[in-house]
């Protein structure tokens, strides 16, 4: 069976979920073969093999001191080790932003077809990939395949329940690559990592609460909701824009796109730019002092009142019903 | 300083977005505007403009007739020529073709910088920015939340702060340079009455692929790389009970939840 490529998420070689649901994906389609960039991978050799990889192609971690263009000449040259782009089923990508933008660069070096954001990715009747996406802030339902090249897919997060399959241990084979001069043109020359909150990853998390407008910058009963449900924290966009939530929890188009298993929005109003990131969600549910508020048109539950009654009420008898 | 900042005519996300009969987004029957992202990559780019003498701020979209009035809302905005590159052939085109007629019409023009948005509003993908720097082989530097331009001359180079999950980059790369711009960077502003009038005085030159060169075989949705088989609306989400809160609000939605299993 042709191998199936997956770009392994990982900070030093601890492996973020969307790569045990890409190789759950990648199964579908071939033999999935895991593509690790940088250091850590004795940390990420075990749960590559327990969600299926029979291969991992291993590429210098020099690459990671470079950007989009760096992973996509490496990706290049583990497809040209691989045997070539016709021995290959497909690539498959998270959907990140920098994902994305390697993708689309693979894409053009192997003259392939791209698809992004990808929910769905399957075999296509007659051969090839077929793949289902969101469209106009998950108005839509998109299906689409790939008619040429080596179908290259970026997919989104919560797109597959992971399948551990506990297999053997890959065959690892290191790729040697030759970096252009154009991708080392663009030099990371500062790196800060970001304080963590403690709280799971906004765009893996099962359950996500947001705060909004409604909040007036007190995001202290909406964190401790979440905490007491095991939650993330999102933000809306305009309390984002007022300084009250960092960006990387904002929800919405130009945020986080999250499809978690419940969502609940506080004093947030529903503007399409947040429905475009939280439509997708199995269940929803608001809390807004607005009855009016176009929130309510999409919740499976809602309440009309104030969050700052609602939420601590609500974490006492979430906290008491756990106990 | 010479700017070009590539902009798109998108249908308005508050307005009925839909899909035509070939599963093409429909520009045609909808309202329309200049994609509120690329705004933001208009005002960064006169902010830049606005700190030199002879610096240039050049608008360039590919799209239907309609779309002039994307390039024209930059212009209003302060922008000093537009160009926009109308054929029917490029109906249906893919990034990669749309990427293909973006990099050769910006081929026509002198730059130091070429400046995108961070996506479009309406297909989303991202990836233009990414394609357009492969094209013309310029560093790719996206993303960016600020944006300086350090020294003057052939030792210039572009300087962004951007935020990813984990960290917070400072990058940096020698111009010629592409650049896209997050809706973190700026606050757009909005046209003048004066900038309006003398948005009418400035250049908007209209090519076809002809103009440029491309062949239109390598473009449109009969030359996309991947295919649309289906398009279905999703049924909206029916809205489920409300309550009003009389004291018990918050107990009344960890009942919800837990009845739905997820407490």
């Known amino acids: ?323 | 300083m010479r700017i070009v900042v590539c902009v798109k005519h998108v249908p308005d996300a508050q307005g009925d977005r839909r899909f035509a009969t070939d599963h093409t987004v429909d520009r045609g029957n909808v309202d329309g505007l200049l994609c509120e992202l690329d705004e933001y990559a208009v005002e960064q780019a006169l902010k830049l403009a606005e700190g030199s003498d002879d610096a240039t701020v050049t608008v360039v979209t590919v799209g239907p007739d309609a779309a002039s009035d994307a390039v024209r809302k930059a212009l209003q905005m302060g922008a000093d020529a537009g160009v926009h590159v109308l054929d029917d052939a490029i109906h249906g085109s893919d990034a990669f073709a749309t990427s293909l007629v973006l990099a050769k019409t910006i081929g026509t023009l002198e730059y130091d910088v070429v400046m995108t948005g961070m996506a479009s509003t309406d297909a989303g993908m991202s990836v233009v920015p990414a394609l357009l720097a492969a094209r013309l082989g310029l560093p790719q530097v996206t993303f960016a939340g600020t944006l300086d331009i350090d020294g003057d001359g052939p030792g210039a180079k572009v300087v962004i702060q951007r935020d990813s999950d984990a960290y917070t980059e400072v990058i940096e790369s020698a111009l010629p340079a592409l650049v896209s711009v997050t809706d973190q960077i700026n606050e757009p502003r909005y046209p003048s009455f004066k900038g309006i009038m003398a948005a009418k005085k400035k250049p908007l030159t209209t090519l076809s692929l002809a103009d440029l060169g491309v062949d239109a075989s390598l473009v449109g949705l009969a030359a996309a790389w991947s295919t649309v088989a289906g398009v279905t609306q999703r049924p909206p989400r029916a809205a489920g009970a409300v309550v009003t809160d009389e004291g018990d609000g918050g107990a009344k939605l960890v009942e919800f939840l837990t009845g739905a299993k997820l407490v």
């Open chain 1, 1 to 323: 069976m042709a191998q199936v490529l997956v770009l392994v998420d990982h900070v030093d070689g601890a492996v973020r979920k969307t790569t045990s649901e890409l190789l759950t994906l990648a199964a579908r389609l071939g033999e999935p073969a895991a593509v690790f960039v940088g250091d850590g991978y004795d940390n990420a050799a075990g749960s590559l093999a327990e969600f299926g990889a029979t291969a991992v192609y291993t590429v210098p971690s020099e690459v990671n001191d470079y950007l989009v263009l760096a992973k996509a000449e490496a990706l290049a040259a583990v497809v040209e080790a691989a045997g070539g782009a016709s021995a290959l089923a497909a690539v498959l990508i998270p959907s990140s932003a920098e994902g994305k933008e390697i993708a689309a660069r693979l894409a053009l070096k192997l003259d392939s077809g791209l698809i992004t954001d990808a929910i769905d990715v399957r075999p296509a009747d007659g051969g090839g990939v077929a793949t289902s996406q969101a469209a106009f802030a998950g108005g839509f339902t998109v299906d689409a395949t790939v008619t040429r090249g080596l179908p290259v897919v970026t997919v989104k997060q919560n797109s597959v329940e992971p399948v551990a399959t506990g297999g053997a241990a890959p065959v690892v084979t290191s790729v040697a690559v030759e970096l252009s001069d154009l991708a080392k043109a663009v030099r990371v020359v500062e790196r800060k990592p970001k304080a963590k909150s403690g709280r799971p990853d906004l765009t893996e998390a099962a359950i996500v609460v947001s705060g909004g407008r409604g909040t007036n910058g007190d995001f202290s009963k909406v964190e401790a909701f979440a905490d007491v449900l095991g939650a993330a924290v999102g933000a809306s966009r305009a309390a984002v824009d007022s300084g009250w939530y960092p960006h990387s929890n904002q929800v919405g188009q130009t945020g986080k796109q999250v499809s978690p298993q419940l969502y609940v929005a506080c004093g947030i109003s529903g503007a399409i730019q947040h429905r475009a990131g939280m439509q997708t969600s199995k269940t929803i549910v608001a809390i807004n002092k607005d009855p009016e508020a176009p929130i309510f048109e999409l919740a499976d539950f809602g309440v009309v009142g104030d969050l700052f009654a609602v939420l601590p009420q609500a974490t006492d008898e979430a906290a008491s019903r756990k106990a």
